[in-house]
Antibody, heavy 117, light 107 residues
Framework: EVKLVESGGGLVQPGGSLRLSCAVF????????MHWVRQAPGKGPEWVAN????????YYVDSVKGRFTISRDNAKNSLFLQMTGLRAEDTAVYYC??????????WGQGTLVTVSS | IVLAQSPGTLSLSPGERATLSCRAS???????VAWYQQRPGQAPRLLIY???SRATGIPDRFSGSGSGTDFTLTISRLEPEDFAVYYC?????????FGGGTRVEMK
């Protein structure tokens, strides 16, 4: 069974940092692109970043470029999102998702990040 | 690519047909448009990719069509579990984008 489990969310002050993790089960992560997608309360999903199977390519939405870094550890079937310079508008549930190409076909249940003083 | 979904809300009864629209601000290469269903408190669930291909395990009452800039998700006969929010998504260019959603509510 394909399963993705996010962790690392929480409450952080504006300007702070947080590192999200995603553990994957039921498939070999090195075979797939991986994505982070977020959803602010009451809003639609917003794609954040993705990373190629071998980590050689990364893409980001403009609003997080220079602040967020996506990475992966295929040996541990894990995906990460390092977030710095956090802003109130980064408050959202963050989902990791498996990419079948660039389509996110399986999603985790998400981890909530709240940026507030 | 900006995606505009219409209508914002669709009020229908079980057994009725639902037709949801998604219009892109420019042509989507290879019709790389997907549709997701999201129920309250759950992650989005992939229904359709590349405009018309059903994802694994998706019932055949869900179908997608369209090309270029205009795409449609059709639910042929609404079941109680189909009342949810639906999002279209282009998976052609970075930044990948989602539409604003259509809520299908029970009349």
């Amino acid at each position: 069974e394909v399963k993705l489990v996010e962790s690392g969310g929480g409450l952080v002050q504006p300007g702070g940092s947080l590192r999200l993790s995603c553990a994957v089960f039921g498939f070999t992560s090195s075979d797939y692109w991986m994505h982070w997608v977020r959803q602010a309360p009451g809003k639609g999903p917003e794609w954040v970043a993705n990373i190629k199977q071998d980590g050689s390519e990364e893409y980001y939405v403009d609003s997080v470029k220079g602040r967020f870094t996506i990475s992966r550890d295929n040996a541990k079937n894990s995906l990460f999102l390092q977030m710095t310079g956090l802003r109130a508008e980064d408050t959202a549930v963050y989902y990791c998702a498996r990419g079948s190409g660039w389509v996110s076909d399986y999603w985790g249940q998400g981890t909530l990040v709240t940026v507030s003083s | 690519i900006v995606l505009a979904q219409s209508p914002g809300t669709l009020s229908l009864s079980p057994g009725e047909r639902a037709t949801l629209s998604c219009r892109a601000s420019q042509s989507v290469p290879k019709n790389y448009v997907a549709w997701y269903q999201q129920r309250p408190g759950q992650a989005p669930r992939l229904l359709i990719y590349t405009a018309s291909s059903r994802a694994t395990g998706i019932p055949d009452r869900f179908s997608g069509s369209g090309s270029g800039t205009d795409f449609t998700l059709t639910i042929s006969r609404l079941e109680p579990e189909d009342f949810a929010v639906y999002y279209c998504h282009q998976h052609a260019y970075a930044p990948l984008t989602f539409g604003g959603g259509t809520r299908v509510e029970m009349k």
